[in-house]
Structure formats: C-alpha cells, structure tokens
C-alpha cells in the first residue's frame, strides 16, 4: 500500500486525504527525508559554513 502524506500550510494540518479536512484547500505532498528541501538547503548551509570558516583562518 502506498501512502502519500499531505500537509496543509494554512491550517498547518497533516494528512492523507487529498484536500484539507479543515479548509477544504489544496495540500503539499510530505515527501520522504531524504528528497526534502531541508535536506537540500542543509547541504547549501554547510558550504557556506566550510566557506565562512576558510575566510575566518584568512583574516586571523
Ligand atoms: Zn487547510
């Protein structure tokens, strides 16, 4: 069986229907951890922070 969680970001509602239960809107599909988009931006935040980090032993 495939599951599909949906969360609604106006009533900050999770899901696995279709529509909010709440509003009745449309829903953002959760996807699993790996393809979030935080895990996306925590790699760009890493490189900033190896970047941040190189220019700090420059200025010292
Ligand atoms: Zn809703």
Redesign the pocket.
């Known amino acids: 069986m495939k599951m599909k969680m949906h969360k609604?970001n106006?009533?900050n509602?999770y899901t696995l229907k279709d529509n909010?239960?709440?509003?009745?809107?449309s829903?953002n599909v959760i996807y699993p951890p790996k393809y979030s988009i935080d895990d996306k931006y925590g790699k760009y935040r890493r490189k900033l922070k190896e970047e941040a980090k190189e220019q700090a032993k420059r200025t010292n």
């Open positions: 609604c106006l009533c509602v909010c239960p709440d509003c009745g809107g829903l």
